[in-house]
């Protein structure tokens, strides 16, 4: 934990930060930003396609944990929460293509309202009702047998750990999960600060978003490891 708000400080801050002022100045898809800011006889454009094919196999990736996440909604809604069963959903193709479907669906609908008009207007609730989710699970995770044994395994540094594993190996997966976290390095937050207005301050935008990012991921490390710690 300790290597990786180091990480997200010395790495992921300026990063963010970087991609804001490239989307801000070329203003287009990042397939293009790269073409359009670099100087004649340079080759940085390919850098665009690189971004294409790094967006498309995320989304491969989220668009079917995504149809999981629904799955489980309609599970939940439909009182079956006793019969989950990760295992045999994932060996399901029908289940899994359906709920993908779904999915694509639903962003695409979103997505047609454009990024101001569609996708910011509803994560706006979608957000704010994670965060309030959040703050209640955590609350309720603190409060069993297990949070203290939980919250020392989850946030004390180990020496054992470090022994354990490698102190060059915890920079490594530290770095991995700030820039992952982040979304950076694909053309993510280009396509964010290609809509950001010349009065927005970039590194204060970027810190933000590095503060509620990080905030989420304590959050979710209160309600994990009290929980696991406990049954």
């Known amino acids: 934990m300790l290597i990786y ?16 002022s490239i989307g801000r100045a070329a203003r287009t898809s990042p397939l293009y930003m790269y073409q359009k800011l670099e100087k004649p006889g340079h080759k940085w454009g390919i850098f665009g396609i690189v971004s294409l094919i790094g967006n498309i196999t995320l989304m491969a990736f989220y668009t079917v944990v995504c149809g999981w996440l629904i799955y489980y909604f309609v599970k939940f809604l439909t009182g079956q929460n006793q019969s989950f069963g990760f295992t045999q959903m994932i060996q399901n193709p029908s289940v899994n293509v359906s709920y993908l479907l779904v999915t694509v669906i639903v962003a695409f609908l979103i997505l047609s309202f454009d ?11 979608m957000m704010t009702s994670l965060l309030v989710l959040m703050l209640v699970l955590a609350v309720h995770s603190l409060t069993l047998s297990g949070a203290a044994e939980g919250m020392k395994f989850y946030l004390l540094p180990s020496v ?31 396509i964010f600060g290609s809509y950001m207005s010349d009065e927005q301050t970039l590194p204060g935008e970027a810190v933000r978003i590095c503060i509620l990012d990080t905030f989420v991921a304590l959050m979710a490390g209160a309600i994990i490891f009290p929980a696991c710690f406990t049954f």
């Not at 708000?5 to 804001?20: A, D, H, K, R, W």
């Not at 101001?116 to 994560?123: A, K, P």
């Not at 354990?164 to 993510?188: K, P, V």
Request: hydrophobic share 50%.
């Open 5 to 20: 708000l180091i990480c997200l400080l010395i790495l992921g801050l300026p990063v963010m930060t970087m991609e804001f």
């Open 115 to 125: 990024l101001q008009g569609g996708l910011e207007r509803i994560t706006k609730y």
């Open 160 to 190: 054992d750990t470090i022994r354990e594993h490698g102190l060059g190996s915890l920079i490594t997966d530290a770095m991995n999960q700030a820039f992952f976290t982040l979304s950076l390095g694909i053309g993510a937050m280009e």
